[in-house]
């Protein structure tokens, strides 16, 4: 715990125990100017009957508790600081890497047959995506399905294990005779290495452009949770090149706001640093009006553990952001579930013995 965090810590905590000193010290005033006044009165009323009860309304209660009963309270709740790499909000790009392992894995191909849902396919069963990613994805095809009666879709990238990106990457600079790469992530930095990413083709030539009827997918996927990654208007930032195939999962509140104020997710990252726990939260509805609010808090480098307030009582999230903290989604409103996004994602985790042998997909991708 560095020493700038351990003042700022106990400053709060300091102005918290501030804050109960001072409604007990109410509280207790309070309770003892009834009790002396009850008495009093007793006493006056035995002995006199001109006792003026506008004393007693001098001092209420409420009059110097000056707590607003809807605000938000927050409790202090320990996360490990090393789950900043872990959560829906990771930020993977070519300067930050995924450090993984463990991911909660679930076949597209088994789950497609466990749910008998036949509107789209992968390219065979070893595709896989994080558990938590393939309802929303299936949900979205199934919804243009409905719309379009087009069954073509197929997941042509999905999970990809550091190897098989090896394999990719090193296949790419082959071809190319080049020491870099402009098509394919280095392993370790590919979004792909995190399950919450996945690629679309039209048919097996890897054709997917966004167009037509498959506009409609690229235009309202934020509803199930999911961004376009890299689009051409935001190549300077993403250094990636326009793919309206790839998809990346972020969770419903934050495909949102991205989409409705035009931001990549490296602009949103930085974004959301801008509105610290201590400082003014990010408030926003989204198009069904669930309100949401976010904010980031910072890791605690140095220690094991990191101090993430959270609010009692409603439903929240904690992702780490991949960089140099966490990120708060409290779901404003909504039944009080509580939602650890990081340890979820990584709690079961399956034995990954599928994803050796995707080498068929084409690597002409991220
Ligand atoms: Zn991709």
């Keep these: 715990m560095s020493k700038q965090k351990i003042s700022k810590e106990m400053s709060i ?6 804050t109960e000193v001072v409604i007990s010290l109410v509280i207790v005033g309070t309770c003892g100017f009834f009790v002396k006044n009850t008495f009093s009165n007793m006493k006056e009323v035995t ?26 309270i927050y409790e202090s709740h320990q996360v490990d600081t090393k789950d900043k790499f872990r959560g829906d909000l990771i930020l993977v790009n070519e300067e930050h890497q995924y450090f993984g ?40 095809i199934q919804d243009f399905y409905d719309k379009y009666n087009n069954d073509t879709l197929i ?45 679309f083709s039209e048919t097996e030539n890897y054709d997917y452009t966004g167009k037509g ?9 934020f509803k199930y949770g999911f961004i376009v990654r890299y689009t051409a208007a935001k190549e300077k930032i993403t250094k990636i090149q326009d793919e309206p195939w790839h998809f990346r999962y972020v969770g419903i509140p934050h495909a949102y706001y991205m989409d409705s104020k035009d931001l990549c997710l490296e602009e949103y990252i930085d974004i ?23 904010y980031f808090v910072a890791s605690d480098d140095g220690a094991e553990k990191t101090n993430v307030p959270v609010p009692t009582g409603t439903r929240y999230e904690i992702s780490g952001n991949n960089v140099d903290g966490f990120i708060v989604t409290v779901y404003k409103g909504q039944k009080p579930v509580v939602e650890e996004a ?10 990954d013995t599928d994803s050796e042998d995707d080498s068929s997909e084409d690597s002409d991708d991220q």
């Design 155 to 199: 997941i042509y990238g999905s999970y990809r294990d550091t190897e098989f990106q090896q394999q990719l990457y090193e296949n790419d600079l082959a071809q190319n005779g080049s020491d870099d790469s402009t098509k394919v992530a280095k392993p370790g930095f590919s979004e792909h290495e995190t399950g919450l990413a996945f690629d």
């Design 101 to 140: 392992g463990d991911e909660d894995l679930v076949s597209i191909t088994d789950m497609n047959y466990e749910n008998e849902r036949t509107c789209f396919t992968a390219v065979d069963s070893t595709y896989t995506i994080l558990r938590q990613v393939y309802e929303p994805m299936a949900q979205m």
């Design 213 to 221: 009827d498959f506009e409609w997918l690229n235009a309202n996927c």
């Design 13 to 18: 905590r300091r102005a918290k125990t501030m």
């Design 47 to 72: 002995s006199s009957s001109y006792f003026d009860q506008t004393d007693i309304e001098v001092t209420t209660p409420t009059d110097n508790v000056n707590i607003d009963p809807n605000q938000t």
């Design 342 to 351: 990081p340890t979820k994602a990584f709690e079961d985790a399956e034995n």
């Design 272 to 294: 959301i640093r801008e509105h610290p726990y201590d400082g003014q939260h990010l408030d926003f509805s989204d198009n069904n009006g669930n309100d949401y609010e976010v």
